[in-house]
């Protein structure tokens, strides 16, 4: 920027700019996606719950269901893509996607108490007072919540018919001149069976048989099981001879093989042998499988060509395959190359082998607590106590890994973080950290306002290090604010709180698109959920050198919404900073991101140390941290030193640890070598001496 475009920036009208008072929290975007209208998002069921399109418990670790966020309708991940209705609070015109639409549901509230669930948001109705309702149809007969009853589509039995999947049958009616009938059926194959299993599939097989009119089986035959998978081929035949009666009955079942229970039943149907005259010409036919309560007095043809749907379901079938793929591989692939526990220290940590001093932190992960191992009197370490049920509520499992295990990669350099070890009980994990007594910056500027420039450009100096360094190991942090940029004992910055980190993102060459961060340091591409890459730090590194420099924040605004219009230009730069400030940081907050100064994939870091807003700093200095910090942050250590005090560890709601999967956290464990038989790991931290 030239000198006369910074006067102009600098003599333009001033705005008031805002003093934040308060931290900000980091926001990061739920998983969603929009199919027939509902805006599903991934939703951690805390309460037992049932999909709501195939009736089967929604299982499993985490967030295995989606639950539309405006109605409420609530499926597994593999049976989204097999709704046939429109959410009903998007489109009033267009509620199904079938010739029939239109049939409203009768329901009257249900008198009896009963232990059913809800057929649309898939939770228990129960209690003396509130006991749902019913639709009266008898072949429909969907229970809901009176709450629900607004959200439900004008389908009534509609999916009591298509939930349960279709069976293809060919039947031959031939009459014999001696009064008997001579009936052929073949079972060729079925679709979009009812998933039984854990891993989303079954082990179907059919039962058929035929009453005669006292009700007892002449005939009988069940096929081959067909495992794992929801589209089976059969392709059996079977042919009776037996005496003709009107009252004669064909039934036929499709179950799980491996259920022993009554949820093994995955749908049926029956019809007269009149009925199966009808249909007895020899082609090919889908029947819709019915429900448990009226499989065995109805059959449903189904009227969708056949060719038509063989693409749906060759479609749904893929999307099935890879949801399942994408969940079971992230879980059974998590790395375990960097669990390295020496294998002469075979003893496992606790919070019972820490003395802990004092609560140091708090917020809604957890606490944080200054805690002395019992065997190292004088040494301390941060440690950090979260709930596992907030990680699987929040969807943070996934984060908490991605911290650990960059914080063992790169967390002895100089300017980041230092993990010594990470433990788990049944209701907590446990990090232990570096102690950085200094505070954040956050604390450091609430105090005095606004800092001097010789503080600020050795703070910068500094986080800019830790952040190239981050860079050229292909990490970009995406949450950088001042309140994750601490200081040690001695006034040396260390950049913390890697959970929205991204690794293999080299600048100009890989890029990532997740919306997550703090709104008032959140870069320009972030709000416009485009792709991005490490230039994204250098946009929040100039909000941070702003608001050291002023006290003040660069655009008002907390907000996505109210930030991004704001974004497109400068701010407004108060009279009192430097021409060399007012630079350094329009170079940081350019809007295009590849002009950012430092982003060069060649000469960015050299540039950046070589600004004028750094004055005379001796980098070599600093870089051999030779150089002082500008002052000693104001602690007292002989609080630190108080005696051990019993805190009292929360174990979390009862009914929240019973839905906690442990195996999410089988590869969490990890001690750096030499702390467990000293205390003190091998690596050095800064000390409280």
């Not at 001879?241 to 039934?251: D, E, G, H, I």
């Not at 079938?317 to 998590?334: C, G, V």
């Not at 065997?375 to 969807?395: C, M, P, R, T, W």
């Not at 890459?533 to 909000?543: E, F, K």
Request: hydrophobic share 35%; with cysteine.
């Amino acid at each position: 920027m030239a000198n006369s475009e910074v006067v102009t920036q600098l003599a333009s009208q001033e705005v008031q700019l805002s003093i934040r008072n308060a931290r900000l929290p980091a926001i990061k975007d739920k998983k969603r996606c929009v199919i027939r209208d509902h805006l599903f998002e991934l939703h951690f069921f805390t309460r037992p719950t049932w999909c709501s399109h195939c009736t089967q418990f929604i299982f499993g670790l985490g967030k295995q269901g989606y639950q539309c966020l405006k109605c409420k309708y609530a499926v597994h991940k593999y049976c989204a893509e097999l709704i046939s209705f429109n959410c009903t609070c998007q489109s009033q015109s267009s509620k199904l996607s079938i010739k029939d639409e239109g049939v409203k549901h009768k329901f009257e509230q249900e008198t009896e108490i009963n232990t059913n669930t809800c057929d649309h948001c898939g939770q228990a109705i129960g209690g003396f007072f509130k006991k749902g309702y019913k639709c009266i149809d008898p072949i429909c007969q969907m229970y809901v919540h009176d709450s629900c009853i607004e959200f439900v589509p004008d389908n009534c039995g509609f999916l009591q018919h298509k939930k349960f999947g279709s069976i293809l049958l060919s039947l031959i009616y031939v009459n014999k001149p001696d009064g008997n009938v001579d009936l052929k059926i073949t079972v060729h194959k079925a679709r979009n069976l009812l998933p039984a299993d854990s891993n989303g599939l079954s082990d179907p097989y059919c039962k058929i048989r035929i009453n005669d009119a006292k009700g007892e089986a002449i005939c009988k035959a069940t096929t081959k099981i067909q495992f794992k998978t929801l589209n089976p081929v059969f392709d059996e035949s079977y042919e009776w001879v037996f005496p003709y009666s009107s009252q004669c009955r064909m039934f036929l079942q499709v179950y799980d093989y491996d259920n022993l229970i009554s949820s093994d039943f995955l749908g049926g149907m029956s019809m007269f042998v009149d009925e199966v005259k009808a249909y007895g010409t020899g082609d090919l036919m889908w029947f819709n499988l019915l429900s448990q309560d009226v499989w065995k007095t109805a059959h449903d043809l189904e009227e969708i060509e056949s060719e038509e749907m063989d693409k749906i379901m060759k479609h749904v079938q893929t999307l099935r395959r890879n949801s399942q793929l994408d969940f079971y591989q992230r879980q059974q692939s998590k790395p375990q190359k960097l669990n390295r526990i020496a294998e002469e220290e075979p003893e496992k940590l606790s919070i019972d082998s820490f003395n802990l001093c004092k609560l140091i932190g708090k917020g809604g992960f957890g606490k944080v607590f200054l805690g002395e191992p019992k065997n190292a009197q004088g040494v301390f370490y941060a440690i950090k106590i979260i709930h596992k049920y907030y990680l699987v509520e929040s969807d943070a499992i996934e984060n908490i890994e991605i911290e650990k295990d960059l914080l063992i990669r790169y967390g002895k350099h100089d300017y980041l973080s230092g993990l010594v070890a990470t433990f788990q009980d049944e209701f907590n994990v446990y990090i232990v950290l570096e102690y950085l007594g200094g505070g954040d910056l956050f604390n450091l500027v609430s105090k005095e306002h606004k800092l001097p420039i010789k503080s600020v450009t050795y703070y910068v100096a500094e986080t800019s290090m830790g952040l190239f360094y981050l860079h050229n190991k292909g990490v970009i942090h995406r949450d950088l604010k001042l309140e994750n940029i601490m200081l040690t004992l001695e006034g040396h910055v260390k950049i913390i709180d890697f959970g929205l980190s991204r690794e293999g993102i080299f600048k100009g060459k890989h890029f990532t698109r997740t919306f997550c961060g703090t709104p008032t340091y959140m870069a320009p591409e972030i709000m416009n959920r485009g792709f991005y890459d490490s230039a994204v730090d250098l946009w929040s590194l100039g909000i941070i050198t702003f608001e050291l420099l002023t006290g003040l924040m660069p655009y008002n605004g907390f907000d996505v919404h109210t930030l991004k219009p704001l974004v497109k230009r400068l701010p407004t730069f108060p009279h009192t900073l430097s021409i060399p400030s007012v630079v350094f940081i329009s170079h940081l907050l350019k809007y295009t991101p590849t002009e950012r100064l430092g982003y060069n994939p060649v000469s960015g870091e050299a540039s950046f140390r070589n600004s004028t807003f750094f004055g005379d700093l001796q980098w070599e200095e600093l870089v051999a941290r030779k150089l002082p910090p500008p002052s000693n942050p104001l602690v007292s250590t002989s609080s630190d030193r108080s005696s051990a005090i019993k805190f009292e560890i929360s174990t979390g709601e009862p009914h929240h640890n019973l839905v906690i999967d442990q195996n999410a956290f089988k590869n969490f464990d990890y001690t750096e070598p030499g702390f467990l038989s000293t205390g003190a790991p091998l690596m050095e931290f800064s000390a409280l001496d």
